[in-house]
């Protein structure tokens, strides 16, 4: 007797026809009554009293169903409790990125290396950058894939270097400053601020583009990029893209996108792979450089 038999069985019994049960099965309705025979044959007792087209379960197939039903629960628990177990005994890492950055690029190194290790399981954490550093700083996370905001938290956590980038200033094609080839900081001291951040961190972004920006102006909040993008394009204000990795395609379709520069110096922005350093699992480092590698040789 095959477990399969028992499924057909319950499908057979549930249905109350074969044509269903057989559709339900994904099989032809012949192959599901001929298993139902081999069944019965086995057994040595009918489980089905057919009448034309119709029919109901003997005293035995009530009984049968019922054991049946329990056999194929016990069987899909069993297996389900192989797949958790398989799966604990698998490498876990919790990775953070920030929700602006090079998701695309992020997600397409990641996948490469589930490919070639397939002892190791990620998953990944989107969020604002001091919320995700306080997760990194609590152990909830192994590694956040973020900017840098500050030299301190290069010495607070250990970090591998992603890229650096000029940082970008997207502004509406209808404003007179997407005539310019660049934009200076100078030059956005008065116009509204629009940022992608949830509800909890607005005042520490605000904090810190008032004091990269020195601005005057107002703050616009976003809760994702197309939200933000919608209002650039209408002119509300400019929207400052902290990585161009997938601005470009995205953002730069709709706006334009202004190289940022603070006087004669293009605004650079540091990209770093964080890891912390007292917390760390083993073998992170080596996980977060292969990544890395990834994203600077994708494949």
């Known amino acids: 007797m095959l477990l399969r038999q028992m499924k057909y069985f319950l499908s057979v019994a549930d249905c109350k026809s074969f044509s269903e049960a057989a559709e339900q099965c994904y099989i032809s309705q012949s192959a599901i009554s001929q298993q139902m025979k081999i069944l019965e044959d086995e057994l040595g007792t009918e489980l089905i009293k057919r009448s034309n087209r119709r029919f109901q379960l003997t005293n035995t ?149 008032k004091m990269l920006f020195h601005t005057e102006g107002n703050f616009f909040f976003a809760k994702d990029i197309p939200s933000a993008l919608t209002q650039v394009v209408n002119g509300v204000g400019f929207m400052p893209v902290i990585s161009n990795g997938d601005a470009r395609e995205f953002v730069g379709r709709f706006t334009k996108l202004l190289p940022l520069y603070k006087g004669e110096a293009p605004y650079l922005v540091k990209n770093y792979a964080f890891y912390n350093k007292e917390k760390t699992k083993p073998d992170t480092v080596e996980v977060v450089k292969s990544i890395v590698e990834l994203m600077q040789n994708p494949q």
Do not use: W
């Open 61 to 209: 197939g009530e009984y049968f169903y019922s054991k049946s039903k329990e056999i194929v629960r016990e069987t899909e628990e069993l297996k389900e409790k192989i797949r958790q177990m398989e799966n604990s005994q698998n490498k876990q890492f919790r990775i953070g990125c920030r929700s602006s950055y090079r998701i695309r690029s992020l997600c397409n190194a990641m996948n490469y290396y589930l490919v070639e290790h397939a002892d190791v399981n990620i998953d990944v954490v989107y969020g604002d950058h001091d919320e995700l550093m306080a997760m990194l700083h609590r152990g909830e996370l192994d590694a956040v894939f973020n900017d840098l905001r500050q030299e301190n938290e290069k010495h607070d956590f250990g970090s591998v270097l992603i890229e650096e980038e000029e940082g970008l200033v997207a502004v509406s094609k209808r404003s007179p400053l997407a005539e310019r080839e660049r934009i200076d900081v100078e030059d956005l001291k008065s116009i509204p601020c629009i940022i992608v951040v949830g509800e909890k961190n607005q005042d520490k972004e605000k904090a810190f583009f």
